[in-house]
């Protein structure tokens, strides 16, 4: 399979390194695997008989790279080369219109281009859209890397739920106000003192408001809706409550009572995302950085994932897509 | 495909009321899906064409099924009928010596039917003897329902996790110590007490050492030691230490401290089940019934599975792993 990477940020080189380290595992389903194209938002590389991997991770700017830099070339033109099976999207996430990732997956799905994203943007903005653009290109698309990171909540559903339908989902779905919520918890801190911690040490933007005001929750709310029960919802439906009119007061008169103040995101009959108590020895009451997801489902009852939802544990998610791909085209060869 | 089930229990039953209950899913995979036999100890019904689901969960005898019961017929020759694809076994557990349920894997496996099965005993005893009549046979075997009931931990790593490393495991995979130790931390009451409450409520047996001096508990550790780590381990191998000489005031000094005492299995250098020190803030401590498991591996980092460990929920499991089986048979045919 030929594989092109687009975005060569946080994710892209850690996919990349990712696939050198687990070249055996890969080659077992894959004998012809190869990364033909690696493209940021200035140009790209390509060699149509594969990028060499251990270069690609030892250069700083993508323009480094020994030979074929294509200063100005773009993603769409990796797209249109020949032979192209996979492309792995890691651009960054826009939330209003999705792009410049949702021009790109339109074009690879057209082609028939297997997508494995890591980027909420376009599934925010086109959900349904684009599964259908899959199905007509015969071809998969899959994201568990948007959601939750390396909680692998989709493929979980999709391989080990088969057989159960899912009827409440809710989650702690940004590590940020986890973060936040935890440190006003534990230490007794005021948000604002949370926020700037959180700041100071990389864990949120300068301007923090995609995380606090729940957008961003918002956003892996809307993709849970749509992929895993089958919903029509944009992100205008969701019911947003942020978390900076949490108070101290209010957190600790929680805390007395046994309870969290945890933001949640839940979709049920309706769908929100607002600071919920949370009893302190439920699952979903998970602490610090970490993300969790419940789901409630008709057969198995009541499951909860937790693990990291952002960083480089992501990579293990976006691997695990490329591996699901191959391995689905591995059995039509037989 | 024609599936027989051998066990008329409380899975067993479950499971073909699941099958009913889910029957347009299932026939999207395959068209002719089919229970033809069910047998319980003292005999079994057969029915080549297929039997009627509804009158099979309408009875409370086997022997009370409308037609073709043959009384002192054994699940053995169910398995040698003509075209038997699939068996779910779920015999009761003997982790002694595996039996019945070993001698009906073995021969199923050797006659290439795939199995699927919630009952620990076979795979304690002889993991890697069966993995491999699987491997020569052609044929699956799955046996999600074995560990930790609704947690779909084995499918979890095998479609989720593909491209991850699992360096370390460790749970809480019993529900019944669960359930006493939980009683003994919140309630303040004694190992003793704690024992007759689970008694009184049916959730251990009459002779609670199976689940209280860790037995269980140990048993999965073997399972998820070889199936998942690719490990050589009996149970022999475990070092194990139950529950009983856990006082009251070792779970208050704990609690003070803000740790909880549980039954912990780990599978590392050692490979153990233990009571243990966890602090109420980490994702395993969970409480009641509750199992949870929990994972590290090279990239993902830390995921942890909360869910139920055992009752209806294991059945989830079960039709998990027989529609996994369908879905590749499915795939196979193109």
């Given at each position: 399979?030929?594989?092109?990477?687009?975005?060569?940020?946080f994710i892209g080189r850690?996919?990349?390194?990712a696939f050198?380290?687990?070249?055996?595992?890969i080659?077992?389903l894959?004998?012809?695997?190869?990364v033909?194209?690696?493209?940021?938002?200035r140009?790209?590389v390509?060699?149509?008989?594969?990028?060499d991997?251990?270069r690609?991770?030892?250069?700083?700017?993508?323009?480094q790279y020994?030979s074929?830099?294509?200063?100005?070339?773009?993603?769409?033109?990796?797209?249109?080369?020949?032979?192209?099976?996979?492309?792995?999207?890691?651009?960054?996430?826009?939330?209003?219109d999705?792009?410049?990732?949702?021009t790109?997956?339109?074009?690879?799905?057209r082609r028939?281009?297997?997508?494995?994203?890591?980027?909420?943007?376009?599934?925010?903005?086109?959900?349904?859209?684009l599964?259908?653009?899959?199905?007509?290109?015969?071809?998969?698309?899959?994201?568990?890397?948007?959601?939750a990171?390396?909680?692998?909540?989709?493929?979980?559903?999709r391989?080990?739920?088969?057989g159960?339908?899912i009827l409440?989902?809710?989650g702690?779905?940004?590590?940020?106000t986890n973060?936040?919520?935890?440190r006003?918890?534990?230490?007794?801190?005021?948000?604002?003192?949370a926020?700037?911690?959180?700041?100071?040490r990389g864990?949120?933007e300068?301007?923090?408001s995609?995380?606090?005001d729940?957008?961003?929750a918002a956003?892996?709310v809307?993709?849970?809706?749509n992929?895993?029960?089958?919903?029509?919802?944009?992100?205008?439906?969701?019911?947003?409550t942020?978390?900076?009119?949490?108070?101290?007061e209010?957190?600790?008169?929680?805390?007395?009572?046994?309870?969290?103040?945890?933001?949640?995101?839940?979709?049920?009959?309706?769908?929100?995302v607002?600071?919920?108590?949370?009893?302190?020895?439920?699952?979903?009451?998970v602490?610090?950085?970490l993300?969790?997801?419940?789901?409630?489902?008709d057969?198995?009852?009541?499951?909860?994932?937790?693990?990291?939802?952002a960083?480089?544990?992501?990579?293990?998610?976006?691997?695990?897509?490329v591996?699901?791909?191959l391995?689905?085209?591995?059995?039509?060869?037989?």
């Amino acid at each position: 399979m030929n594989i092109i990477v687009i975005g060569f940020g946080f994710i892209g080189r850690g996919v990349i390194e990712a696939f050198l380290r687990k070249a055996e595992r890969i080659r077992r389903l894959d004998e012809d695997f190869r990364v033909v194209g690696v493209s940021d938002s200035r140009g790209y590389v390509y060699d149509s008989e594969g990028l060499d991997l251990k270069r690609l991770i030892g250069v700083d700017e993508l323009s480094q790279y020994p030979s074929g830099y294509c200063r100005g070339g773009s993603a769409e033109d990796l797209i249109e080369m020949e032979g192209v099976d996979l492309m792995v999207e890691a651009t960054p996430t826009n939330v209003v219109d999705g792009e410049p990732g949702l021009t790109f997956m339109r074009r690879a799905l057209r082609r028939g281009i297997h997508v494995v994203t890591s980027n909420k943007g376009p599934l925010v903005v086109a959900f349904h859209e684009l599964k259908s653009l899959a199905e007509e290109g015969g071809c998969q698309l899959l994201f568990e890397g948007t959601v939750a990171g390396a909680i692998p909540i989709f493929s979980l559903v999709r391989e080990s739920l088969q057989g159960d339908e899912i009827l409440r989902i809710s989650g702690i779905l940004n590590g940020t106000t986890n973060y936040i919520l935890s440190r006003m918890h534990f230490e007794g801190t005021s948000f604002e003192i949370a926020l700037k911690e959180a700041q100071e040490r990389g864990i949120t933007e300068r301007d923090p408001s995609y995380d606090v005001d729940g957008i961003d929750a918002a956003c892996k709310v809307v993709i849970l809706a749509n992929a895993l029960m089958n919903r029509d919802v944009r992100f205008e439906d969701v019911e947003r409550t942020g978390i900076r009119r949490v108070t101290q007061e209010a957190v600790s008169l929680a805390k007395r009572s046994n309870f969290a103040i945890k933001l949640v995101g839940t979709i049920d009959r309706r769908i929100e995302v607002a600071p919920k108590l949370v009893p302190i020895n439920h699952p979903l009451c998970v602490h610090g950085t970490l993300n969790a997801v419940h789901i409630e489902a008709d057969l198995a009852g009541e499951i909860t994932l937790v693990g990291y939802g952002a960083g480089r544990e992501t990579v293990s998610a976006v691997l695990n897509d490329v591996l699901t791909v191959l391995k689905s085209e591995a059995k039509k060869k037989g």
